[in-house]
């Protein structure tokens, strides 16, 4: 039938005007790849930080990632860490000491998740330091990450260019450990490189992702530590410095690595919370974002972003592939509009399955080619997991569905790879 013809092809046009901003974003960070780079000056002041990890049972990781910030670039004695060990049952706390943290132990079955360990956290220091302001800014970190040495000279670089919020390059430890921790590593690859990069380079605002981010503490103090406790507090923390007007920075030279979940199961887990965490921004923001839009011109591209980020786009195309289904269903009865139903049913739903794979499929080759030796990975796993790159992305369409019903709780993900700089820049140098 020519209306539902119709339907099909508005919404398919309405999904690629609506994103169609960010084919524009992967050919900005193209087109500035070619360019040639002037070195980037060294920071007129050299800041005081304090790295804040929030760990809990993270006693085989923990270790290395605070290694890798006392062996900085950078002057020692402008660097402090400080690790909140929240509800721990090992000996994360002993560990961080033996390493030099500093150490707070948080015990608290009701408020559980990472927003309110850094909050704890936070008021501790200013009320031993008598203010949020005695560090410069603060880094924000979990436990399984490691830092390259240069990473906090980096991020000073953009820090005291005026960004009060700094973002920076997520790479992965374990990319090759299978096509799950593959999917998740190239798509922050991809984050990374085609979305933070030219948002940086269009001087819009940029998103913090969970981890590896640095934050003015005028920021804090004006929250009165930390106010973002949603399921994705990361996230909720970008959408409201956007909405206070703030541009998120971004760091391409300040380099991390993260573990990702190897099964299913905790992939599972962890992206139901992350999908559940952008239902629950969304709700709380969504209004908001919008009428930002258009009360101040200067802010309608970031809130625009943000928005596109936060809306569910694997649930308009399965809800367009479903219509075409229920529309087949109904038409069983007659066998004519049956027939003249069929066909384009059937060619709606194969065709966004085929344009969802090689979408994405384009997506990660882009990516793949331009960060091909950041991975670490042998070359045949990487063009491999390439394939499998579309399928990963895929299980978000059912974890979509289900996080709109289910109650969903923060829970912990075991970290086991335990690697060190010197081991993850060796095997850098091989690639």
């Not at 270790?63 to 690790?83: C, F, H, R």
Request: with cysteine.
């Amino acid at each position: 039938m020519k209306i539902v013809s119709d339907i099909n092809s508005f919404i398919y046009l309405m999904l690629t005007v609506l994103y169609f901003y960010q084919a524009f974003y992967v050919i900005v960070a193209l087109v500035n790849e070619r360019k040639k780079q002037a070195p980037e000056e060294e920071a007129k002041t050299l800041h005081k930080y304090a790295f804040i990890i929030a760990a809990r049972n993270e006693n085989a990781v923990i270790g290395n990632l605070i290694d890798s910030i006392k062996n900085q670039n950078y002057p020692k004695e402008l660097i402090d860490v400080i690790v909140v060990a929240d509800n721990c049952t090992d000996n994360t706390a002993e560990i961080s000491r033996q390493h030099g943290a500093i150490v707070y132990e948080r015990f608290d079955s009701v408020k559980v998740g990472k927003g309110y360990a850094l909050d704890y956290v936070f008021n501790k220091l200013a009320e031993e330091n008598g203010d949020y302001t005695f560090y410069d800014g603060y880094f924000v970190f979990d436990a399984d990450n490691i830092i390259d040495v240069n990473y906090v000279r980096e991020m000073n670089k953009v820090f005291d260019n005026g960004y009060k919020v700094v973002t920076s390059y997520r790479n992965s430890k374990n990319y090759d450990t299978n096509w799950i921790t593959a999917g998740y590593s190239l798509w922050f690859l991809r984050e990374a490189k085609y979305l933070n990069n030219p948002r940086m380079i269009l001087k819009t605002s940029c998103a913090v992702s969970g981890t590896g981010y640095l934050v003015d503490s005028s920021i804090i103090k004006q929250n009165n530590g930390w106010k973002c406790n949603l399921l994705t507090e990361d996230i909720e923390f970008s959408v409201t410095n956007i909405l206070e007007g703030e541009k998120i920075g971004y760091c391409g030279n300040a380099v991390f690595y993260d573990e990702q979940p190897t099964t299913f199961r905790q992939s599972w887990n962890q992206r139901m919370r992350w999908t559940k965490g952008f239902y629950q921004v969304l709700f709380k923001y969504g209004k908001d974002l919008i009428k930002a839009m258009f009360k101040q011109k200067r802010m309608f591209v970031s809130c625009y972003d943000m928005l596109m980020t936060l809306a569910p786009a694997t649930l308009f195309t399965l809800g367009l592939m479903l219509f075409n289904v229920i529309m087949l269903i109904c038409s069983a009865t007659n066998p004519v509009l049956f027939k003249q139903m069929i066909g384009s049913a059937l060619t709606a739903v194969c065709l966004g399955l085929v344009n969802f794979y090689f979408m994405l499929f384009f997506v990660g080759l882009i990516t793949l080619i331009s960060e091909w030796k950041m991975i670490l990975a042998p070359g045949r796993k990487k063009i491999m997991y390439l394939f499998s790159f579309p399928l990963f992305i895929a299980t978000y369409i059912p974890i979509s569905i289900v996080a709109l019903f289910k109650k969903v709780e923060w829970k912990p993900i075991p970290h086991t790879v335990v690697k060190t700089m010197d081991e993850l820049s060796l095997q850098q140098y091989k690639n």
